[in-house]
């Protein structure tokens, strides 16, 4: 199964994330800093397609809220802000003066500007632009994502949010991707009653992306979400329980090199009695666990030391019915593998 593939996927990321961190000669750190890419372009790749079968398959459900696109967009250009400074791009997100808010999936839309974004970056040449422009027009919410690179041939627009097309957009082709990007990109956006569009001039001279939805008219923004400042962040007691061993080792030292206390456990008994002597303010647990699963783990934790603890799951499992059945044994957090510094940062700070 795909989802298998997120266990040696984040122990490979966790690692080059360590080496990136440290002060590597040139000779290393440029291999690495390959790796690093790497991997995380291949995370995308097996995301999206377990996301393109769950929703051909029917099996995603939004989980719709209240929500700014302006916000949703900010936090999806942060997250390609190392992509945008290693391709010497520069990006302007423009937001209108007004929320434009819609009733929507802010995980999924964050997704879907997200794989623009990464579009855009992909075919756009260093020295190039992107922009993100946010806007209401009559009954709908616009988001439109523009780039200054090598365009869409006219005959291929039709095609290009097909599953596994993909434009011969460069010469070399060595920036291609398989082309599932946009095909979720067009299946999420059809799954909120929206549309996508794609528009170009024609080969080298750019291509534009523009979302609709359906504004929720006469709504206020939702307050946004307080950011984790890394700087000033608490440092944590933490019981990372966790059967893999390069993921565990990779975690713990990404954990210990912000400053929290990192204990471990690799089988669910141990969690248990670890978490029981230690007392930890966090316990991150995984679900596939020797012995004794994470959601047994975790009921046992919350019943012998209440809400003092707070409890994050780490697994490979994202649909509705499993971040259901995790908050039923007490957890917290849910979180997905492979799973960023960031997120593991956010749920170290609740």
Do not use: W
Request: charged share 25%.
């Amino acid at each position: 199964m795909l989802s298998q593939l997120r266990n040696p996927l984040g122990a490979v990321r966790n690692a080059t994330e360590v080496l990136c961190r440290q002060s590597l000669p040139p000779q290393v750190a440029r291999p690495v800093a390959i790796v690093d890419r790497q991997a995380k372009h291949l995370g995308r790749l097996v995301d999206d397609l377990l996301d393109v079968a769950r929703v051909t398959s029917g099996k995603i459900a939004l989980q719709k809220a209240r929500c700014e696109l302006g916000d949703v967009v900010e936090r999806a250009a942060r997250q390609l802000e190392r992509a945008i400074e290693q391709g010497q791009l520069r990006l302007q997100v423009k937001r209108s003066s007004r929320p434009v808010v819609v009733e929507a999936d802010p995980v999924r839309i964050e997704q879907v500007v997200s794989n623009l974004l990464t579009n855009a970056v992909k075919y756009t040449p260093p020295g190039g632009t992107l922009e993100v422009t946010v806007e209401a027009k009559g009954g709908d919410a616009v988001i439109r994502v523009a780039d200054s690179g090598v365009g869409i041939a006219p005959e291929m627009l039709s095609s290009v949010f097909k599953m596994f097309v993909q434009a011969d957009r460069s010469l070399d082709r060595s920036q291609g991707g398989m082309g599932i990007g946009l095909t979720l990109v067009r299946l999420l956006i059809e799954l909120h009653g929206g549309k996508v569009e794609a528009a170009s001039a024609g080969l080298g001279k750019g291509s534009t992306f523009t979302v609709t939805l359906p504004l929720l008219a006469g709504a206020d923004a939702t307050t946004p979400e307080p950011a984790v400042n890394r700087t000033v962040a608490a440092r944590r007691h933490v019981l990372l329980v966790e059967d893999n061993v390069d993921n565990r080792e990779m975690l713990q030292a990404l954990l210990e090199m912000d400053g929290h206390q990192v204990e471990t456990a690799a089988d669910g008994l141990q969690a248990v009695q670890r978490g029981l002597d230690l007392k930890p303010d966090v316990a991150i647990i995984d679900i596939g666990l020797p012995g004794i699963d994470g959601y047994e783990v975790a009921q046992r934790l919350r019943a012998e030391l209440g809400d003092r603890v707070v409890l994050v799951a780490l697994t490979g499992y994202g649909m509705p019915e499993d971040r259901q059945k995790a908050a039923r044994a007490g957890f917290n957090v849910h979180l997905i593998k492979p799973v960023g510094l960031p997120e593991l940062e956010a749920a170290l700070q609740r």
